[in-house]
Protein backbone atom coordinates (compact mmCIF):
# COMPACT_ATOMS: atom_id res chain seq x y z
CA UNK A 1 0.00 0.00 0.00
CA UNK A 2 1.17 3.11 -0.91
CA UNK A 3 2.50 5.76 2.28
CA UNK A 4 0.87 9.50 2.25
CA UNK A 5 3.58 11.34 4.33
CA UNK A 6 3.07 14.35 5.55
CA UNK A 7 3.60 16.67 8.55
CA UNK A 8 2.32 19.54 10.42
CA UNK A 9 4.52 22.25 12.44
CA UNK A 10 3.07 23.45 15.51
CA UNK A 11 4.26 26.50 17.17
CA UNK A 12 2.05 27.46 19.82
CA UNK A 13 1.22 24.84 22.81
CA UNK A 14 -2.22 25.46 22.97
CA UNK A 15 -2.26 23.91 18.91
CA UNK A 16 -0.02 20.77 20.51
CA UNK A 17 -3.23 19.62 22.16
CA UNK A 18 -4.35 17.35 19.73
CA UNK A 19 -1.09 15.55 19.48
CA UNK A 20 0.49 15.12 22.55
CA UNK A 21 -1.05 11.64 23.42
CA UNK A 22 0.41 10.16 19.86
CA UNK A 23 3.82 12.21 20.77
CA UNK A 24 3.79 10.19 24.41
CA UNK A 25 2.73 6.82 23.18
CA UNK A 26 6.14 7.13 20.29
CA UNK A 27 8.40 8.34 23.14
CA UNK A 28 6.92 4.95 24.93
CA UNK A 29 7.62 2.76 21.77
CA UNK A 30 11.04 4.15 21.16
CA UNK A 31 11.68 3.84 25.16
CA UNK A 32 12.71 7.56 25.09
CA UNK A 33 12.07 9.10 29.10
CA UNK A 34 13.48 12.23 28.56
CA UNK A 35 11.43 12.98 25.28
CA UNK A 36 7.91 12.53 26.99
CA UNK A 37 6.09 15.73 26.10
CA UNK A 38 5.48 15.87 29.86
CA UNK A 39 9.09 16.20 30.14
CA UNK A 40 9.73 18.64 27.55
CA UNK A 41 7.55 20.82 28.07
CA UNK A 42 7.83 21.30 31.55
CA UNK A 43 11.03 22.13 30.48
CA UNK A 44 9.56 24.48 27.73
CA UNK A 45 7.31 26.17 30.38
CA UNK A 46 9.72 26.70 33.02
CA UNK A 47 13.28 26.43 32.58
CA UNK A 48 14.98 29.97 32.96
CA UNK A 49 16.74 29.30 29.43
CA UNK A 50 14.53 28.34 27.23
CA UNK A 51 13.55 31.09 25.05
CA UNK A 52 12.45 31.69 21.64
CA UNK A 53 9.45 29.91 19.46
CA UNK A 54 8.25 26.38 19.92
CA UNK A 55 8.64 24.52 16.18
CA UNK A 56 7.57 20.85 16.73
CA UNK A 57 7.21 18.90 13.75
CA UNK A 58 4.61 15.98 13.84
CA UNK A 59 5.34 13.40 11.17
CA UNK A 60 1.80 11.10 9.44
CA UNK A 61 1.51 8.24 7.72
CA UNK A 62 -2.51 8.76 6.40
CA UNK A 63 -3.40 9.37 10.17
CA UNK A 64 -1.07 7.44 11.98
CA UNK A 65 1.57 9.45 13.68
CA UNK A 66 5.22 8.24 12.87
CA UNK A 67 7.06 10.41 13.65
CA UNK A 68 7.89 14.13 16.33
CA UNK A 69 10.80 16.54 15.55
CA UNK A 70 10.70 18.30 19.24
CA UNK A 71 12.23 21.40 17.77
CA UNK A 72 12.38 25.56 19.32
CA UNK A 73 13.66 28.29 16.78
CA UNK A 74 16.13 30.34 19.29
CA UNK A 75 17.58 33.37 18.55
CA UNK A 76 21.53 33.08 19.12
CA UNK A 77 24.05 35.61 18.26
CA UNK A 78 21.41 37.59 15.78
CA UNK A 79 20.36 33.98 13.58
CA UNK A 80 18.05 31.52 14.44
CA UNK A 81 18.94 27.90 15.67
CA UNK A 82 17.04 25.07 15.82
CA UNK A 83 17.41 23.22 19.10
CA UNK A 84 15.58 20.52 20.55
CA UNK A 85 13.72 20.81 23.99
CA UNK A 86 15.18 20.04 26.69
CA UNK A 87 18.53 20.68 25.49
CA UNK A 88 21.03 21.35 28.39
CA UNK A 89 18.80 19.76 30.53
CA UNK A 90 18.57 16.12 29.67
CA UNK A 91 20.44 13.63 27.40
CA UNK A 92 19.34 10.70 25.21
CA UNK A 93 16.52 13.49 23.53
CA UNK A 94 16.07 13.97 19.77
CA UNK A 95 13.70 12.93 17.18
CA UNK A 96 11.30 10.11 17.31
CA UNK A 97 10.01 7.65 14.72
CA UNK A 98 8.01 4.30 15.12
CA UNK A 99 10.47 1.84 14.47
CA UNK A 100 11.51 0.59 11.08
CA UNK A 101 9.97 3.92 9.99
CA UNK A 102 13.02 5.99 10.36
CA UNK A 103 14.31 6.98 7.20
CA UNK A 104 11.13 8.04 6.07
CA UNK A 105 10.83 10.23 8.92
CA UNK A 106 13.88 11.97 8.79
CA UNK A 107 12.99 12.42 4.47
CA UNK A 108 9.38 14.20 6.40
CA UNK A 109 11.47 16.37 8.71
CA UNK A 110 14.47 17.69 6.66
CA UNK A 111 11.99 19.70 4.19
CA UNK A 112 9.62 20.88 7.26
CA UNK A 113 12.48 21.95 8.87
CA UNK A 114 14.32 23.78 5.64
CA UNK A 115 10.83 25.76 5.56
CA UNK A 116 10.57 27.13 8.83
CA UNK A 117 10.74 30.92 8.91
CA UNK A 118 12.82 32.39 9.70
CA UNK A 119 15.10 30.18 8.04
CA UNK A 120 17.24 28.26 10.37
CA UNK A 121 20.89 29.15 10.32
CA UNK A 122 21.60 26.11 12.21
CA UNK A 123 19.77 22.88 13.22
CA UNK A 124 21.71 21.68 16.92
CA UNK A 125 21.40 18.25 18.14
CA UNK A 126 22.38 18.20 21.77
CA UNK A 127 23.35 14.96 23.63
CA UNK A 128 21.46 12.52 21.50
CA UNK A 129 22.43 8.74 20.96
CA UNK A 130 25.15 8.60 18.85
CA UNK A 131 23.55 5.39 17.48
CA UNK A 132 20.59 7.19 16.49
CA UNK A 133 22.30 9.58 13.79
CA UNK A 134 19.65 11.35 13.25
CA UNK A 135 21.45 14.73 12.39
CA UNK A 136 23.01 12.28 9.27
CA UNK A 137 19.73 10.87 8.07
CA UNK A 138 18.45 14.74 8.23
CA UNK A 139 21.26 16.26 6.42
CA UNK A 140 21.07 13.28 3.42
CA UNK A 141 17.58 14.25 2.65
CA UNK A 142 17.89 18.26 3.11
CA UNK A 143 16.31 20.11 0.06
CA UNK A 144 19.10 21.81 -2.09
CA UNK A 145 22.65 21.99 -1.04
CA UNK A 146 23.51 19.21 0.98
CA UNK A 147 24.82 20.51 4.64
CA UNK A 148 27.94 20.37 6.58
CA UNK A 149 27.84 18.67 9.58
CA UNK A 150 29.71 19.72 12.66
CA UNK A 151 30.41 17.37 15.39
CA UNK A 152 30.90 19.77 18.72
CA UNK A 153 31.40 16.91 21.53
CA UNK A 154 31.06 13.16 22.19
CA UNK A 155 30.45 11.72 25.63
CA UNK A 156 30.24 8.25 27.83
CA UNK A 157 26.89 7.47 28.33
CA UNK A 158 26.91 4.05 30.28
CA UNK A 159 23.95 1.55 30.21
CA UNK A 160 23.01 -0.69 32.83
CA UNK A 161 21.17 -4.07 31.18
CA UNK A 162 18.43 -4.99 34.16
CA UNK A 163 16.74 -6.99 32.29
CA UNK A 164 13.81 -6.97 34.70
CA UNK A 165 15.61 -8.87 37.35
CA UNK A 166 17.47 -7.02 39.75
CA UNK A 167 18.63 -10.13 41.63
CA UNK A 168 19.96 -11.57 38.80
CA UNK A 169 21.95 -8.36 37.76
CA UNK A 170 23.10 -8.00 41.41
CA UNK A 171 24.45 -11.32 41.22
CA UNK A 172 26.65 -10.50 38.07
CA UNK A 173 28.55 -7.69 39.96
CA UNK A 174 31.65 -8.93 41.77
CA UNK A 175 31.73 -10.86 45.31
CA UNK A 176 33.70 -7.68 46.71
CA UNK A 177 30.98 -5.43 45.30
CA UNK A 178 27.87 -7.65 46.31
CA UNK A 179 29.82 -8.14 50.28
CA UNK A 180 30.00 -4.21 50.17
CA UNK A 181 26.57 -3.60 49.45
CA UNK A 182 25.19 -5.91 51.76
CA UNK A 183 27.22 -4.41 54.60
CA UNK A 184 26.46 -0.75 53.87
CA UNK A 185 22.83 -1.99 53.93
CA UNK A 186 22.97 -3.43 57.10
CA UNK A 187 24.50 -0.20 58.77
CA UNK A 188 22.28 1.98 56.84
CA UNK A 189 19.32 -0.19 58.55
CA UNK A 190 20.84 -0.32 61.76
CA UNK A 191 21.08 3.38 61.57
CA UNK A 192 17.54 3.41 61.35
CA UNK A 193 17.46 4.51 57.39
CA UNK A 194 14.93 3.79 54.96
CA UNK A 195 13.84 3.35 50.99
CA UNK A 196 10.66 5.23 49.73
CA UNK A 197 9.71 6.21 46.38
CA UNK A 198 7.66 9.32 45.78
CA UNK A 199 7.25 12.09 43.57
CA UNK A 200 5.62 14.84 46.27
CA UNK A 201 7.30 18.41 45.70
CA UNK A 202 8.96 18.14 49.28
CA UNK A 203 11.06 15.15 47.84
CA UNK A 204 11.69 17.13 44.81
CA UNK A 205 13.34 19.76 47.11
CA UNK A 206 15.45 17.21 48.96
CA UNK A 207 16.59 15.58 45.72
CA UNK A 208 17.75 19.17 44.87
CA UNK A 209 19.28 20.09 48.17
CA UNK A 210 21.11 17.32 48.16
CA UNK A 211 22.63 17.60 45.30
CA UNK A 212 24.19 20.81 45.53
CA UNK A 213 25.48 19.57 48.95
CA UNK A 214 27.03 17.07 47.03
CA UNK A 215 28.67 19.13 44.49
CA UNK A 216 29.34 22.11 46.64
CA UNK A 217 32.97 20.62 47.09
CA UNK A 218 33.52 20.07 43.65
CA UNK A 219 33.12 23.67 42.53
CA UNK A 220 29.10 23.59 42.35
CA UNK A 221 26.38 22.44 40.54
CA UNK A 222 24.94 23.60 36.80
CA UNK A 223 21.47 23.05 37.81
CA UNK A 224 20.11 26.48 38.35
CA UNK A 225 16.92 27.62 40.45
CA UNK A 226 14.36 27.05 37.51
CA UNK A 227 14.82 23.72 37.84
CA UNK A 228 12.65 23.15 41.10
CA UNK A 229 9.83 24.63 38.53
CA UNK A 230 10.80 22.28 35.77
CA UNK A 231 10.59 19.08 37.76
CA UNK A 232 7.48 20.06 39.62
CA UNK A 233 6.05 20.35 36.42
CA UNK A 234 7.00 17.53 35.07
CA UNK A 235 5.92 15.30 37.88
CA UNK A 236 2.32 16.92 37.58
CA UNK A 237 2.50 15.36 34.58
CA UNK A 238 4.13 12.11 34.60
CA UNK A 239 3.89 10.68 38.13
CA UNK A 240 0.26 9.47 38.15
CA UNK A 241 1.62 6.92 35.75
CA UNK A 242 4.80 5.92 37.75
CA UNK A 243 6.72 7.89 34.74
CA UNK A 244 8.56 10.30 37.69
CA UNK A 245 9.91 8.91 40.61
CA UNK A 246 12.04 9.88 43.47
CA UNK A 247 13.97 7.26 45.02
CA UNK A 248 14.68 8.60 48.77
CA UNK A 249 16.98 7.15 51.87
CA UNK A 250 15.61 8.44 55.01
CA UNK A 251 17.45 8.90 58.31
CA UNK A 252 15.43 9.52 61.89
CA UNK A 253 16.38 12.97 60.67
CA UNK A 254 15.49 13.55 57.24
CA UNK A 255 16.39 12.24 53.42
CA UNK A 256 20.24 11.02 53.56
CA UNK A 257 20.24 10.39 49.70
CA UNK A 258 18.04 10.89 46.80
CA UNK A 259 17.70 9.58 42.99
CA UNK A 260 15.00 11.04 40.21
CA UNK A 261 14.11 8.21 37.76
CA UNK A 262 11.95 8.96 34.97
CA UNK A 263 10.50 5.87 32.94
CA UNK A 264 9.48 5.18 29.27
CA UNK A 265 8.52 1.70 27.64
CA UNK A 266 11.14 -0.63 29.45
CA UNK A 267 13.41 2.28 29.98
CA UNK A 268 14.49 4.06 32.67
CA UNK A 269 16.77 7.06 32.94
CA UNK A 270 18.32 8.81 36.51
CA UNK A 271 18.37 12.45 35.88
CA UNK A 272 20.86 13.01 38.90
CA UNK A 273 21.02 12.66 42.67
CA UNK A 274 22.45 13.71 45.66
CA UNK A 275 23.60 12.60 49.23
CA UNK A 276 24.81 14.32 52.24
CA UNK A 277 28.23 14.27 52.81
CA UNK A 278 28.27 13.53 56.35
CA UNK A 279 26.73 10.02 55.38
CA UNK A 280 29.63 8.87 52.33
CA UNK A 281 31.32 6.39 53.97
CA UNK A 282 28.36 4.20 53.46
CA UNK A 283 28.30 5.34 50.09
CA UNK A 284 24.73 6.60 50.32
CA UNK A 285 24.63 7.62 46.43
CA UNK A 286 25.22 3.96 45.28
CA UNK A 287 23.09 2.91 47.76
CA UNK A 288 20.20 5.58 46.38
CA UNK A 289 20.92 4.05 42.67
CA UNK A 290 20.47 0.43 43.63
CA UNK A 291 17.06 1.30 45.79
CA UNK A 292 16.39 2.87 42.10
CA UNK A 293 17.16 -0.35 40.00
CA UNK A 294 15.42 -2.21 42.75
CA UNK A 295 12.22 -0.48 41.96
CA UNK A 296 12.62 -0.38 38.45
CA UNK A 297 13.21 -4.41 37.87
CA UNK A 298 9.77 -4.48 40.12
CA UNK A 299 8.11 -2.36 37.34
CA UNK A 300 9.55 -4.63 34.46
CA UNK A 301 12.59 -2.48 33.30
CA UNK A 302 15.14 -3.85 31.34
CA UNK A 303 17.77 -0.86 31.04
CA UNK A 304 18.40 2.21 33.16
CA UNK A 305 20.57 4.91 31.66
CA UNK A 306 22.98 6.11 33.92
CA UNK A 307 23.49 9.46 31.52
CA UNK A 308 26.07 11.39 30.51
CA UNK A 309 29.56 11.57 31.96
CA UNK A 310 31.93 8.44 32.28
CA UNK A 311 32.14 8.91 36.14
CA UNK A 312 33.95 5.74 38.19
CA UNK A 313 30.58 5.35 40.00
CA UNK A 314 29.27 4.89 36.44
CA UNK A 315 31.68 2.62 35.39
CA UNK A 316 31.23 -0.03 38.05
CA UNK A 317 27.24 -0.37 37.95
CA UNK A 318 27.22 0.00 34.14
CA UNK A 319 27.14 -3.11 31.70
CA UNK A 320 27.84 -1.09 28.32
CA UNK A 321 28.64 2.52 27.47
CA UNK A 322 26.34 4.05 24.70
CA UNK A 323 27.97 7.26 23.84
CA UNK A 324 26.06 10.45 23.09
CA UNK A 325 26.91 12.93 21.06
CA UNK A 326 26.48 17.28 20.17
CA UNK A 327 26.43 18.16 16.21
CA UNK A 328 25.68 20.64 14.43
CA UNK A 329 23.34 21.06 10.74
CA UNK A 330 24.47 23.89 8.68
CA UNK A 331 22.92 24.50 5.57
CA UNK A 332 25.37 25.27 2.71
CA UNK A 333 23.95 28.55 0.53
CA UNK A 334 24.99 31.77 0.31
CA UNK A 335 24.69 32.91 4.18
CA UNK A 336 27.10 29.92 5.08
CA UNK A 337 30.15 31.65 5.62
CA UNK A 338 28.68 34.59 7.51
CA UNK A 339 26.79 31.72 10.18
CA UNK A 340 29.86 30.10 10.73
CA UNK A 341 31.69 33.18 11.67
CA UNK A 342 29.40 34.55 13.81
CA UNK A 343 28.93 31.57 15.21
CA UNK A 344 32.43 30.83 15.84
CA UNK A 345 32.62 32.51 19.39
CA UNK A 346 29.71 29.32 20.45
CA UNK A 347 31.99 27.23 18.92
CA UNK A 348 35.44 28.18 20.62
CA UNK A 349 33.73 27.90 24.02
CA UNK A 350 32.65 24.31 22.80
CA UNK A 351 36.92 23.12 21.81
CA UNK A 352 37.73 24.99 25.16
CA UNK A 353 35.62 22.31 27.11
CA UNK A 354 36.50 19.71 25.02
CA UNK A 355 39.96 20.54 25.91
CA UNK A 356 38.92 21.41 29.65
CA UNK A 357 37.86 17.50 29.99
CA UNK A 358 41.09 16.02 29.21
CA UNK A 359 42.79 18.31 32.63
CA UNK A 360 42.91 16.78 35.89
CA UNK A 361 39.68 16.84 37.99
CA UNK A 362 40.82 19.68 40.52
CA UNK A 363 41.54 22.01 37.61
CA UNK A 364 38.39 20.93 35.84
CA UNK A 365 36.70 22.17 38.96
CA UNK A 366 38.95 25.65 39.21
CA UNK A 367 37.40 26.29 35.58
CA UNK A 368 33.95 25.75 36.39
CA UNK A 369 34.26 28.34 38.92
CA UNK A 370 35.58 30.84 36.60
CA UNK A 371 33.16 29.80 34.52
CA UNK A 372 30.72 31.02 36.23
CA UNK A 373 32.11 34.85 36.54
CA UNK A 374 33.70 35.24 33.21
CA UNK A 375 32.40 35.80 29.46
CA UNK A 376 31.96 32.19 28.74
CA UNK A 377 28.99 32.25 30.40
CA UNK A 378 26.96 34.70 28.35
CA UNK A 379 27.78 33.02 25.35
CA UNK A 380 25.90 29.47 25.83
CA UNK A 381 24.48 27.99 29.01
CA UNK A 382 26.77 26.30 31.20
CA UNK A 383 24.19 23.21 30.99
CA UNK A 384 25.15 22.55 27.27
CA UNK A 385 28.37 22.26 27.77
CA UNK A 386 28.97 19.36 30.13
CA UNK A 387 32.75 18.49 32.08
Not at 27 to 53: D, Q, S, T
Not at 127 to 132: F, K, L, M, S, T
Not at 355 to 373: D, F, I, N, T, Y
Amino acid sequence: MPTEVRTVVVDDEVGLGPYLQGWEDLAVACNRPFCLPGWMLAWWREAEWARGELRVVFVFDRDELIGVGPFFANPTFGLIELRLLAAGFSHRIGPLARPGTEDRVAAALAPALASTRPQPASIVFEGVDEADAWPQRIARHWPSHQPRIRTDAKMDAPLIGLGGDYDSWLGKRSKNFRKGTRRRSNRLEEAGVRSRTTAEPEAIESLLALHHARWLERGGSDIDGGSARVLNAAAEKLAADSRFEIVLLEGPDGPISAELMVRAGDTATLWTGGFDPAWSSLAPGTMSILAALREAADAGVRSVDLGGGGDEYKQRLADVNRPIAWQTIFPRGRRYPLIRMRLAPKHAVHAARRAGQRLPGPVRQMMRKLARRTYLQPLIPLPLLPL
